[in-house]
């Protein structure tokens, strides 16, 4: 096996490439700030596969510094996962006292979804106590599924379900079922 083709090693590379590469779109938010490897990682995959496997490294979760301000080096850096990780961002907005992760956590909304609308200037108190217009339970041989969920089981795209339902009064479990005509899936009926 080549080492490029060790899952570890994209890791290592892409760690490296955010620091130090300021054409890699990252860099603004590690390299451009003086986020830096530690010595022993910058120039020696094998230490950090060593720690990494050492550390709990498992296919799934992501390399996190705790110190969203700190270096790349042992003492600040544990595997994640990608929630753990959507709550340690510099960048992260308190509702409330909770991160956005954590709100789309406890109610039926995304992540994406809360932080769109506030970036799109809705207030934060708003944009995690409105109801996703997408959020529709819709109950398929006695399972309880909301329109995401459906759309994405049955290949059905979700704005079209949408549609079918809220444009054209299709009952939901239908609309989320039967499938789009061939090459008209955007707006099939």
């Not at 059905?156 to 079922?177: F, N, Y």
Request: proline fraction near 5%; glycine fraction near 6%; include cysteine.
């Amino acid at each position: 096996m080549r080492v490029v083709d060790i899952p570890l090693y994209g890791v290592w590379n892409t760690m490296k490439q955010r620091c130090y590469n300021p054409k890699n779109h990252k860099y603004k938010n590690y390299g451009e700030r003086g986020i830096t490897v530690c010595s022993d990682w910058k120039n020696n995959f094998w230490s950090f596969y060593h720690w990494g496997i050492s550390n709990g490294y498992q296919r799934g979760l992501t390399l996190d510094r705790i110190n969203v301000n700190g270096n790349y080096e042992p003492q600040n850096c544990r595997w994640a996962t990608q929630k753990v990780q959507q709550n340690n961002r510099r960048n992260n907005s308190i509702i409330n006292g909770k991160t956005i992760a954590e709100w789309a956590d406890k109610s039926e909304l995304s992540y994406t979804t809360i932080r769109k609308r506030i970036e799109s200037g809705m207030a934060p108190e708003e944009a995690i106590s409105t109801p996703d217009r997408h959020f529709v339970n819709i109950t398929i041989n006695g399972e309880t599924k909301n329109l995401t969920e459906w759309s994405k089981i049955y290949g059905v795209p979700m704005k079209l379900a949408s549609r079918r339902i809220k444009e054209m009064g299709w009952d939901p479990a239908v609309a989320v079922t039967k499938p789009p005509r061939k090459g008209n899936y955007h707006y099939a009926t």
